[in-house]
Nanobody
Framework: VQLQAYGGGLVQAGGSLRLSCVIS????????LGWFRQAPGMEREFVAA????????YYSNSVRGRFTISRDNAKNVVYLQMNSLKPDDTAVYYC?????????????????WGQGTLVTVSS
């Protein structure tokens, strides 16, 4: 399984960006797809996740109401729409998949990771 995240960039506070995560590989089957982020000097933190079957979504408190995770099943792409961006949202954003149930916010339980895409929000 391979994941490729793209769509990052520089945006002013209050602006929007949409990140994409393209998932490819033989017989891909995942329990969930998650987005995480890591700011300089900080630990990687959970942002959002979606169950592949059923589409239930989960968000961290810091992004709920501003970010939306969605998917295009036909293209095997998962999106992260980010609105009302703040300077605190500046980070490298990663997409990852997990194969089993567990603690949805736990990065260690995700098996495959994309390379990350940098989002910079200026004040």
């Amino acid at each position: 399984v391979q994941l490729q995240a793209y769509g990052g960039g520089l945006v002013q506070a209050g602006g929007s960006l949409r990140l994409s995560c393209v998932i490819s590989g033989p017989a891909f089957s995942a329990y969930a797809l998650g987005w995480f982020r890591q700011a300089p000097g900080m630990e990687r933190e959970f942002v959002a996740a979606m169950l592949w079957s059923g589409g239930s979504t989960y968000y961290s408190n810091s992004v709920r109401g501003r970010f939306t995770i969605s998917r295009d099943n036909a293209k095997n792409v998962v999106y992260l729409q980010m609105n009302s961006l703040k300077p605190d949202d500046t980070a490298v954003y990663y997409c990852a998949t997990r194969l089993r149930r567990g603690v949805i916010v736990s990065a260690s339980e995700y098996s495959y990771w994309g390379q990350g895409t940098l989002v910079t929000v200026s004040s």
